[in-house]
């Protein structure tokens, strides 16, 4: 099958709504990996429910996305509509992850500040939100960055539960017009063209913040 540079210039405006839905997915879910993931890491310092904390979120971190997608998705009330399930799914499977970096932030907080905390006497939420956390995530701006770009990367995955991401429309276009190489070529492209520059990005943060 020869390419057909006209069918492919047709078909852009389909593929880029599609990239519309997936950004849409990838930023929704990040933020709910992010605040998701800071809660697991808190928690888990909680003597009494954190091991729970713990199993729940490495049993999730353990099993595949696609698996957890599909398990959610027959089993999600019928009012849920696929992105919800995509965006609610890539949340919190990427939380597991988050949760990580973020325990990894607070456990590299310098002891000595710990410990002018207590000598000062601070209430507990000032001494994490005014000194712990502040200095935690600091840290971990390039790690939590890097999963921003793999969650990109893991959106095709919800062509699985019918979201209509660009995979899905590629799908669906090749299926209607028996013209495949055209519609994945242009989705590989349209992937690189936002995760080069977003890679980039998260070097440089890597660089800025290596020192800290």
């Known amino acids: 099958m020869m390419w057909d540079t006209e069918f492919a210039v047709g078909i852009l405006p389909q593929l880029l709504e ?8 990838t930023l929704l879910g990040y933020a709910v990996a992010l605040v998701l993931g800071l809660a697991v890491a808190l928690v888990r ?10 199993a729940v979120f ?4 353990s099993t595949p996305l696609l698996v957890q997608l599909f398990f959610v998705f027959y089993l999600a ?3 849920l509509t696929p992105l919800t399930i995509g965006v609610a799914v890539l949340g919190v499977h990427y939380a597991a992850y988050t949760a990580e970096v973020y325990r990894s932030g607070i456990e590299g907080v310098a002891k000595g500040q ?3 905390c207590r000598a000062l006497s601070l209430p507990p939420l000032r001494v994490w939100g005014a000194v712990v956390l502040p ?4 840290k971990v701006i390039p790690a939590l960055g890097n999963y921003l770009i793999a969650m990109f990367k893991d959106t095709p995955l ?6 209509h991401e660009m995979m899905f429309v590629a799908d669906t276009i090749g299926s209607e017009t028996f013209r495949s190489m055209e519609a994945y070529t242009l989705v590989g492209l349209l992937f690189l063209l936002v995760s080069v520059p977003s890679a980039i990005v ?3 943060l890597e660089r800025r913040y290596a020192a800290v």
């Open 18 to 25: 599609g990239l519309v839905v997936t950004v849409q997915a």
């Open 77 to 79: 009330p019928a009012n």
């Open 135 to 138: 200095q935690a995530i600091r």
């Open 158 to 163: 919800l062509f699985a539960i019918t979201v």
């Open 58 to 61: 490495e049993f999730i971190r």
């Open 114 to 116: 710990w410990e002018a």
């Open 45 to 54: 310092r909680v003597r009494v429910v954190g091991p729970i904390v713990f």
């Open 202 to 204: 998260i070097r440089r």
